[in-house]
């Protein structure tokens, strides 16, 4: 009888004997043998994938944990999903500390790289590019880590997505840094997910630079505890692209940085330039619902200091030629709809809607310039980003 | 590998003449199966379990056990050929319209077959296999001649004709994609064999058999889509029809649990299932569309919209079709539209 012994790669609970690197190289059949690796890894293991150009037809998947998937660099291996025949994603992970490094994925036809209930996912310098650049065809998000505790995403580069470029979403413990997201919908976005830092990131030629939302009827809610530090986040000016319906397609051309209801978000030190709607936009999430356990105000928002350029001089927002006029030729930097708690660092020039009720729209809006406290405190950190463990590992 | 081909061929023997249940106790025939099943090692070749009497996998050996499903998972047309196997002095618990509850050891296999009559060709058979530290899920590949299947862990695809008369790519899953529908938890699980979905007659032979312990409450309720063509079903027949197709991902500990969108038979909120519910992670999926079901509006609902797609990212499910399940949509677009607006 032939047989093929792969206890390790079964009992993934089991004590893993010394670690394997598997190695994969391009050409005829490297898909199946990718994905064979993929299937077959023990915990530790480490599956290299040469540098080259990988023809992927259908979705590929991990399920081990402990793995760590390395390529020879964002431009060295390119998995290539033009051709993608089925799944709804280019690679999903679902199992725990598994780290992904140095290699790209380009034109899948769903989501670029998905990991769901995956705890302790790195994200080291991958790339998911959609090469035809902003199109509603494009996948939505491009990396996706969802329902995860404990997620580092570093020097990663997204482009095209008709959703997010980098989107968490109904986790906890995030760090994402030394990013770059451009031309997709929302350049980054956390999504009903706690204890975010979202630092030292490049966002520029999306519609929306920098989201952070909270929303109701999903199975996680309650966003908060999310810093949005020492970004740059220049040039969000391309015309929305979302497929309708999807939450992002309602995200104004030229939105910077933008908190939807959450609790205690800090914005600071980041710089701000060509956002022509608004550098920052503090609102409440903006339509009814009927969830219980949600709250669409933005509680205890905090916007630091940070540098703004030129913004808000082109918005798209009705009465805009008004609304020019009335504020001498731009906008103020820093917009809110008037809803839930709002902080500014002294002396930041804003406007406010004024609004007098949450999903109501802005027909009762009585614009104003911004008139809100300073903090009482200094903003908690405590807890905040990706757990140190994940930063060790890529050393 | 001379003593299984020997028991074998003592099983073929029985299995001709009329004294099945003797020559199973006299020769123990399941013995090798089970520590094939029971092992922690993953067989190449099908044939190693002994599921059946003859190489080309149609004869099933004793205690492997024929069953249907009143509503079926659509997969391009494709017949299936689905059975049981509980290991002597075992028995199969029930919990009450849910999952059949499989004793350690058991086996579940489906073989999935193109062509009429003399013409069918079996493409794969897929086996989940209870062993002592959870469900383990294989795919097997049959080979040209019909002779052989083997252990396709990584996929593949495969040129098919179906019955509608579609030239499509058929995708044997990965195993990985086996566990990305049948998951509960992060663990692997059966989805088919729930005693709603599984007629009263089969599950009291099995109960005459010794097989399954007592006839389980809220068995055979899901309506038999064959026949289901009266109005008054329409409902039942949606539900059961998305109970079946998606639930296995769109449930609570599912792998499309973030949506929030849950199909399960048992869930009775209308947000829930999708009424007037915005799509969370759809992207393009969402086709523009504002809500996954529009009560009245079947051209304004996701879900028919994806159903109806063949797209990658736009298709649902994402796995295990290549083609549009026609019958299905007409049903989903006859369904909303008999919900009030």
Request: include cysteine.
């Amino acid at each position: 009888m032939f047989r093929m012994t792969v206890a390790a790669a079964l009992m993934a609970s089991g004590t893993p004997a010394l670690a394997d690197t598997h190695t994969i190289a391009p050409g005829e059949g490297a898909q199946e043998r990718l994905q064979e690796a993929l299937i077959l890894a023990a915990p530790g293991d480490e599956i290299v994938l040469e540098a080259g150009h990988y023809t992927i037809t259908d979705g590929l998947s991990l399920d081990v944990d402990n793995v760590t998937v390395r390529g020879a660099g964002m431009d060295g291996t390119v998995l290539d999903f033009t051709t993608q025949a089925g799944s709804g994603e280019g690679l999903l992970v679902t199992s725990d500390n598994v780290t992904l490094r140095d290699f790209a994925l380009e034109n899948p036809k769903g989501d670029g790289i998905k990991s769901k209930g995956a705890d302790n996912i790195v994200y080291y310098r991958v790339r998911v590019t959609w090469t035809n650049g902003p199109d509603a065809n494009n996948g939505a998000y491009g990396i996706y880590p969802v329902e995860s505790t404990g997620v580092l995403i570093d020097g990663a580069k997204v482009t095209g997505a008709s959703d997010a470029g980098i989107y968490v979403g109904q986790s906890n413990g995030i760090t994402v840094r030394n990013s770059i997201a451009e031309a997709n919908v929302a350049g980054i976005e956390i999504e009903n997910s706690r204890n975010a830092l979202v630092e030292h990131n490049i966002a520029t030629r999306n519609t929306g630079g920098i989201l952070i939302f909270d929303l109701p009827g999903l199975p996680v809610m309650g966003g908060g505890n999310v810093i949005v530090a020492n970004n740059l986040v220049v040039a969000n000016d391309t015309a929305n692209f979302a497929p309708p319906g999807n939450i992002v397609a309602g995200v104004r051309r030229g939105t910077g940085i933008m908190v939807m209801a959450n609790e205690d978000v800090l914005i600071e030190g980041n710089i701000l330039q060509h956002n022509p709607t608004a550098p920052i936009m503090v609102i409440a999430y903006v339509q009814g619902f009927e969830d219980e356990r949600y709250n669409p105000l933005p509680r205890d928002v905090v916007v630091g200091q940070n540098t703004y350029g030129v913004g808000g001089d082109d918005p798209q927002m009705d009465n805009a030629d008004m609304l020019l006029a009335a504020f001498g030729g731009a906008l103020p930097p820093v917009m809110w709809d008037g809803l839930g708690t709002l902080f500014t660092d002294a002396g930041t020039p804003g406007w406010s809607l004024n609004l007098p009720e949450q999903g109501k729209g802005t027909s009762m809006a009585q614009p104003s310039p911004l008139s809100v406290p300073e903090p009482a405190s200094e903003f908690d950190r405590t807890g905040i980003g990706a757990p140190a463990e994940l930063e060790a590992r890529i050393g | 590998m001379k003593q299984s081909l020997a028991l074998l061929m003592s099983a073929t023997i029985g299995l001709i003449g009329s004294v099945v249940a003797h020559a199973t106790i006299l020769v123990e025939p399941t013995h090798e199966r089970d520590q094939v099943i029971l092992s922690d090692q993953l067989p190449t070749l099908l044939s190693e379990f002994q599921f059946f009497d003859d190489a080309a996998g149609r004869d099933p050996a004793d205690r492997v056990i024929a069953y249907e499903l009143n509503t079926p998972l659509f997969s391009d047309g494709a017949d299936k050929l689905r059975y049981v196997y509980v290991p002597a002095n075992s028995t199969i618990g029930s919990d009450g319209e849910g999952l059949l509850q499989f004793p350690v050891g058991s086996a579940i296999i489906k073989t999935f077959a193109f062509g009429e009559r003399e013409e069918q060709r079996f493409i794969e058979t897929r086996v989940l296999l209870h062993r002592a530290d959870g469900w383990v899920a294989l795919p097997y590949r049959w080979n040209a001649e019909q002779t052989e299947a083997r252990l396709a862990i990584a996929g593949a695809r495969i040129p098919i004709t179906t019955p509608q008369g579609d030239e499509i790519s058929y995708r044997i899953p990965n195993m990985n994609q086996c566990k990305t529908c049948h998951s509960q938890d992060s663990e692997i699980i059966p989805i088919g064999p729930k005693a709603r979905n599984l007629s009263a007659d089969w599950l009291s032979e099995m109960v005459d058999g010794e097989h399954l312990t007592a006839m389980p409450e809220g068995a055979d309720v899901l309506p038999v889509w064959q026949a289901a063509d009266t109005d008054g079903e329409i409902d039942a027949q949606a539900r059961a029809y998305l109970d079946v197709n998606c639930a296995h991902c769109h449930k609570p500990g599912g792998s499309a649990s973030n949506t929030g969108l849950d199909l399960r038979w048992e869930q009775n909120d209308p947000f829930a299932i999708g009424v007037r519910k915005p799509p969370v992670a759809a992207g393009r999926g969402a086709g523009g569309f504002l809500v996954s079901i529009e009560p009245g509006n079947p051209d304004t609902s996701i879900l028919v919209h994806r159903m109806n797609s063949t797209e990658p990212g736009v298709a649902m499910p994402e796995l295990g079709r290549s083609t549009i399940d026609h019958d299905a949509v007409a049903l989903m677009r006859t369904w909303i539209e008999g919900m009030s607006e």
